[in-house]
């Protein structure tokens, strides 16, 4: 039974992670909903849910953040008020309208991507120039590079499983030889190709770090290096050589080609290129 004067707490925070969990959602997502209803409790003081209070709390919420990442966060707290049986409580997302073209100053290049592998192999880090390529070979999340396996390497396929589905993901020939030169040279004939020193899989902030320390050898704006950037590259090349939203939105697991569209996203240079190639003016 819903609580006749609805709050947030520490007690409900625990008990709504707990149904997310057997629902079988995805550890990242968990700890997001833990850091966005906390965020909402601190702000509360203590202070009862009431619309007011959210209302306040979605306008603060502007003033720190991109509207994205605002809808992001009312999303949350509004499943968590559904969750708990209080949907009169929600807030409305703020309307964003839809970017047309792609933000040149976060538009990550072939080139680019080229630069930042060759300035790993340059620093020696054989592991990270291959993590690269892998990731932007095939298309993964960075939380899917743990599915890439030895076994995985030998098949030339690796099963994914992200948010409750699953996927078969190729392996592109020229990679699954550098990956099994990689196998050998590190003695692995089993499980996850890409570990730390104790042996667990890499996570998205060992990654993260690694990717922006190549930087300035690369030659590479900071704002255009995180491992999703390759995720989008990947998206691009592919849908400008086969021009199929739906099947690239089968390879990177996307529910909608709604998403899909927002990853083949081309930057207004692009499109002003295109645009001068019409030749439709006369005089």
């Not at 909903?33 to 009862?48: E, I, M, N, V």
């Not at 899917?144 to 993901?169: S, Y």
């Not at 770090?209 to 300035?216: E, F, V």
Request: charged fraction near 25%; charge should be positive; include cysteine.
């Amino acid at each position: 039974m819903p609580r006749k004067v609805p709050v947030l707490n520490a007690e409900t925070i625990r008990r709504y992670l707990n149904h997310l969990k057997e629902q079988e959602r995805a550890a990242a997502t968990v700890q997001k909903y833990r850091h966005d209803l906390t965020a909402l409790c601190s702000f509360l003081q203590g202070a009862p849910l009431t619309k007011a209070a959210l209302i306040a709390w979605k306008q603060a919420l502007v003033g720190q953040y991109a509207p994205a990442s605002v809808n992001s966060m009312l999303t949350v707290v509004n499943g968590y008020l559904r969750y708990m049986g209080w949907q009169g409580l929600c807030v409305c997302l703020l309307k964003v309208q839809k970017a047309l073209f792609l933000d040149e100053r976060k538009e990550l290049s072939r080139t680019e991507y080229a630069r930042l592998v060759r300035a790993a192999q340059m620093q020696q880090n054989e592991r990270l120039a291959l993590v690269l390529q892998t990731l932007c070979a095939t298309g993964i999340r960075v939380s899917e590079l743990r599915f890439i396996t030895a076994e995985a390497v030998q098949a030339g396929r690796a099963e994914v499983c992200n948010k409750g589905k699953r996927r078969l993901v190729f392996l592109p020939d020229k990679l699954r030889r550098l990956l099994k030169a990689y196998l050998r040279k590190q003695k692995k004939a089993a499980g996850a190709v890409f570990t730390t020193r104790t042996g667990k899989p890499l996570d998205r902030s060992n990654i993260w770090r690694a990717m922006k320390a190549l930087c300035k050898s690369a030659g590479v704006t900071a704002e255009k290096v995180f491992p999703h950037n390759l995720r989008h590259l990947f998206a691009r090349v592919f849908y400008a050589l086969e021009k199929d939203l739906s099947r690239l939105a089968d390879i990177l697991g996307h529910s909608s080609v709604n998403t899909t569209r927002i990853y083949t996203a081309e930057s207004g240079a692009v499109h002003a290129r295109q645009m001068n190639r019409l030749e439709l003016v006369v005089t």
